[in-house]
C-alpha cells in the first residue's frame, strides 16, 4: 500500500497499533496524535510493505514525507526525512545524526517527548516541505 486510500492505510496504522499491545504501541499512538494535531491536513501512508515487514512503515506527509513511524524491539522511531534541514532548538533529535538528510527521534520505554516541542517541529517539517513544492516550477502539460 503507498497511500492511495488514506482511509485503509490510517486502519492499518490502527492495527499494528493495537497488535503491539505495549508501551511501543502507546507511544506510537501519542506520537501519531500530535502530528495530525500539528497538521490537520497531514495524510497517514503505509509505505515499504514486504514479506520481512507485512505491516509496512506508518508514513505521514504532506508536500512530501515529514515523518516516518518505525517499531522495534527497544525503540519507536521518528525519522524525519528532511530533518537536517530543520532547526531543533529543542533538541529532539536523538538519531541518525551524521547524516546530511534525514534526522530521528528514538523514544524508548518510560521516555517521553514534550508535545509543544515536537509538534513545533512536525509544522517546520511541513512548511520546509511546502516551501520546497512552491520553488519546484510546474510542467507544462
Do not use: H
Not at 526525512?81 to 520505554?109: C, M, V
Request: hydrophobic fraction near 40%.
Amino acid at each position: 500500500m503507498t497511500g492511495s486510500d488514506p482511509t485503509a492505510a490510517s486502519g492499518r496504522i490502527d492495527k499494528t497499533i493495537a497488535e503491539l499491545g505495549d508501551w511501543r504501541g502507546q507511544a506510537l499512538s501519542r506520537m501519531r496524535a500530535l502530528i495530525k494535531e500539528a497538521d490537520p491536513g497531514v495524510v497517514e501512508e503505509v509505505k515499504w510493505v514486504k514479506p520481512s515487514n507485512p505491516a509496512g512503515v506508518p508514513t505521514w506527509s504532506d508536500d512530501g514525507i515529514i515523518c516516518t513511524g518505525e517499531v522495534y524491539k527497544a525503540s519507536v522511531k521518528l525519522t524525519f526525512a528532511r530533518g537536517a534541514s530543520l532547526e531543533d532548538p529543542a533538541l529532539l533529535f536523538n538519531s541518525s545524526l551524521g547524516g546530511n538528510t534525514r534526522r530521528a527521534i528514538d523514544i524508548r520505554e518510560g521516555e517521553e517527548i514534550d508535545a509543544e516541542d515536537f509538534k513545533a517541529l512536525v509544522r517546520a517539517a511541513v512548511d520546509l516541505n511546502a516551501a520546497t513544492a512552491a520553488a519546484k516550477p510546474k510542467r507544462a502539460r
